[in-house]
């Protein structure tokens, strides 16, 4: 067996001087609370507080990060327990699916995920030895024991794990029950949601005028008109905020924005509407749709999150028989100076409120995220996003962003996860890369070492913290 490591240096830059600066900002920084502003943890975890099922149905069949990989090596996703629209059968053994993945462990050498799951094993299960597949069953076996004990319950991780607050991300039709119970309980873990009217929002959406049809029974406001149609959302936004949120996040297509005339936008809401808008009209509402979501920002305080530039379920099979976010979500090209100019010609200098940008399109890092984030008062950079959460991505993000919009238009870390497991282990990541990057600064002259400190926290921690008011 060979053992399983987590080298105390790891991702510190390997030049012995600079890894010393590194060593010390990151002691400065490790056991900071964990702040997750934006993620996609299921908030019945911590309501009903129930033992997770068993290290298959908790590690596999959720991840699309770990099964994308193993499908692309030509391993069946009914192989791996991925449940099927139609329900027809897909493997039920969680030890098989088990063996089935430590035989394609190697697939993840060089990737996140790897360094994600090897600290899962090693920090919350304490396993001494790597996963293979001579290990499997002993991986399965002390993970499962360990699933079953009181230690292992959502609540008590969520506590060992040392977080402060997480944000989850619900549609505008979710009844946030599972929020309510959670406050109701007495329990003292902070888990607050945030607004996702991408279905009701987005023409495109599977059973987008289902959708709008019960928005308007929740909020008890007539829909059938653009009017009452915003009156919905304002409402839907109170509920919301009475929960916990202090964020919408908004996963279109692309960053394009528009500001219509009135009559205009009653006009395309009343084809939107009719079911008949075509794919351009789609995004033209959705455009408005942003700019509209912008001024009700100002109003109620909330942050608003963009995460364009997706093209969702790339593959009509996979869709077809598993639905959405199976892994075959494929980033595009994404523009956002001219995409952006509609919104922030009207909201672009408003201090109050704050709009955070994502991307999956890394040239525009330098070319227009950075210039725009450093320019408009209204805008922040968000950290690198899924493929790019990542040290290569977060290295990248920092030497690309950081000399034209600074450390302070950036707003710390967010883990975007459903993995609720390797929580602290992508915190860490980030702490480690951000001290890495800031201690080159420091060895080439550039930043005063007790300023590398201060940064060091406020990436890790105050910048979050302020950027989305928790
Ligand atoms: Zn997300």
């Known amino acids: 067996m060979t053992p399983l490591t987590l080298h105390p240096d790891r991702l510190f830059p390997a030049d012995p001087e600079t890894r010393d600066i590194a060593r010390r900002l990151y002691n400065g920084v490790k056991g900071l609370p964990i702040v997750s502003p934006h993620g996609h943890t299921d908030p019945a975890w911590f309501a009903a507080n129930a033992p997770f099922a068993n290290p298959s149905e908790l590690l596999i069949v959720p991840d699309h990060y770990v099964f994308r990989m193993l499908y692309s090596q030509g391993v069946p996703l009914e192989a791996l327990g991925i449940p099927t629209i139609d329900g027809s059968e897909t493997a039920q053994d969680p030890r098989k699916i088990w063996h089935l993945f430590a035989a394609h462990y190697h697939l993840f050498r060089g990737t996140p995920s790897r360094l994600w799951l090897d600290w899962v094993f090693a920090e919350v299960f304490g396993l001494k030895a790597r996963l293979s597949p001579e290990t499997a069953d002993l991986y399965y076996d002390t993970i499962d024991a360990a699933l079953a004990t009181d230690a292992f ?242 290295r990248r993000f920092r030497e690309q962003a950081t000399e034209t919009a600074g450390f302070y238009n950036t707003v710390g870390f967010n883990d975007d996860t459903r993995a609720f497991l390797s929580i602290p282990a992508r915190h860490d990541v980030a702490r480690r890369m951000d001290c890495g990057f800031l201690a080159r600064l420091v060895a080439e002259h550039r930043l005063g070492e007790d300023e590398a400190h201060e940064l060091a926290r406020a990436l890790a921690y105050d910048l979050v913290k302020a950027a989305y008011k928790l």
């Not at 989850?168 to 329990?187: A, K, M, Q």
């Not at 960053?255 to 009343?270: N, V």
């Not at 093209?311 to 959405?324: C, D, L």
């Open 153 to 394: 319950r959502p609540r008590a991780l969520f506590e060992r794990f040392g977080i402060e607050v997480i944000a989850t991300t619900e549609s505008p039709l979710d009844p946030l029950d599972h929020h309510r119970v959670i406050r109701d309980s007495g329990w003292s873990g902070r888990v607050v949601t945030a607004y996702r009217p991408d279905p009701v929002m987005d023409p495109e959406h599977p059973g987008f005028l289902d959708n709008l049809r019960r928005f308007g029974e929740v909020t008890g406001e007539d829909i059938s008109t653009f009017a009452g149609y915003l009156r919905a959302h304002e409402n839907r936004r109170a509920y919301f905020r009475e929960a916990g949120a202090t964020s919408t996040d908004h996963g279109h297509p692309s960053a394009f924005t528009a500001d219509l005339p009135r009559a205009e936008i009653e006009a395309l809401y009343a084809k939107v509407l009719s079911g008949l808008a075509s794919p351009a009209e789609a995004e033209l509402f959705r455009g408005h749709m942003l700019t509209e979501m912008a001024r009700m920002s100002i109003e109620d305080g909330m942050v608003m999150q963009i995460h364009p530039g997706v093209h969702r379920s790339h593959n009509p099979g996979v869709m077809a028989r598993f639905g959405r976010d199976k892994g075959a979500d494929i980033p595009v090209p994404t523009g956002y100076v001219e995409a952006l100019k509609p919104l922030l010609d009207r909201f672009g200098n408003e201090r109050d409120l704050t709009i955070i940008l994502f991307t999956l399109d890394e040239t525009s890092y330098s070319r227009e995220l950075a210039p725009l984030a450093g320019h408009y008062p209204a805008l922040r950079l968000g950290p690198p996003w899924w493929f790019h959460d990542s040290p290569e991505g977060m």
